[in-house]
């Protein structure tokens, strides 16, 4: 297989991010069906990408031999229905994050894809960042030093066209609030960068009476390899104030990800007052994302972001709150249920 193609599942506000993301792929992949339970959406999306077929039933879809794969676009409870149906169809999956709500549904949703020998990725788009990607590799080659402590954080104010979905209100939809629809995409960059976390305390409160969930968390994490982080994510933040998204902090160095000095930038500890700019911008980040997908799917490159990464990331999210609503530290079980 050399080209795929792909059906659009879910035309909410975040499918839009996808169809531009495929336009920058157009010689490895398409997208042939857009599929959403409200006609208007379907055919709005469908006409964005301007040959799709649009359909109300992911039946349809996955009966139709001419799709290779479906992208998970979907409320966040449709998740683990729609990727086991897409594996026992064949279909090659990415699903946007959380991968699902519960640790269950995370080994439902891998366990499928793993019999059916199909794809499964992860759509964490942090998890493709160029910047992240050499984060990961200087780090690993020590060029801060032993890492002793990250910051992270997810916070601005969310409003506009994204909450005009009601099911976002929700929490029995969404399986929580800014933690976990926000804030996993910091806590990502935590585990990417930091590895595996041993514990987690949180602190959670809301400031917008219209959220279901909570829109406000700190999450202090201790780390298995000894050093520790931290994480502030927020819905009720004013705005986007343009600071480092991630700062991750070692013996003989610093590098920062995000913000106006640069995507990834590296300060020395022997070299204080210097900066070393070595990335200016990430480009698309879901651009990124489905590039790497497509490397899997089409080239056989490894899986960098599998179901096993979705699961961590629900794993801290769930230990989060539940510390928060026990109000001390909980230590992560990332085992299989």
């Known amino acids: 297989m050399n080209h795929l193609n792909v059906a659009l599942v879910g035309c909410g506000i975040i ?185 987690v305390s949180c602190y959670t409160t809301r400031f917008r009476p219209e959220l279901g969930g909570e829109d406000t968390a700190v999450v202090n994490a201790r780390f298995s390899g000894g050093h520790l982080g931290t994480l502030f994510a927020s819905q009720a933040a ?5 600071e480092a998204n991630c700062i991750v902090f070692g013996t003989d160095g610093v590098l920062t990800l995000g913000g106006p000095q640069g995507a990834l930038v590296q300060y020395r500890r022997d070299s204080p007052e210097s900066k070393q700019v070595l990335l200016e911008r990430n480009g698309d980040s879901f651009a990124a994302m489905v590039g790497r997908y497509l490397d899997t799917v089409l080239n056989g490159a490894e899986n960098i972001s599998p179901a096993s990464v979705g699961r961590e990331n629900l794993s801290v999210v769930l230990a989060a709150y539940e510390s928060a609503r026990l109000s001390r530290e909980v230590s992560i079980d990332s085992r299989p249920s």
């Open 15 to 199: 499918s839009e991010n996808h169809i531009d993301a495929y336009a920058q792929h157009t010689d490895r992949a398409r997208i042939v069906v857009c599929c959403d339970i409200d006609p208007e959406k379907a055919a709005s999306r469908a006409s964005l990408v301007g040959d799709a077929r649009a359909v109300t039933s992911i039946d349809e879809v996955l009966a139709d031999p001419g799709v290779d794969a479906i992208e998970v676009c979907t409320p966040h409870h449709i998740h683990p229905e729609a990727v086991i149906a897409a594996a026992r169809a064949g279909k090659h999956i990415l699903c946007q994050k959380p991968l699902a709500r519960t640790l269950e549904e995370c080994d439902a949703m891998a366990e499928a894809a793993a019999s059916a020998g199909v794809v499964l990725f992860y759509g964490e788009t942090n998890r493709t960042l160029p910047a992240a990607l050499l984060a990961e590799k200087l780090i690993a080659a020590g060029q801060i030093g032993t890492v002793v402590g990250i910051q992270a954080r997810a916070a601005h104010w969310q409003g506009g066209v994204y909450m005009t979905t009601g099911w976002r209100y929700d929490p029995a939809i969404t399986g929580g609030g800014q933690l976990l629809d926000g804030g996993i995409h910091a806590i990502d960059l935590l585990l990417h960068l930091g590895g595996p976390i041993a514990a």
């Open 238 to 242: 004013g705005i986007w104030v343009p």
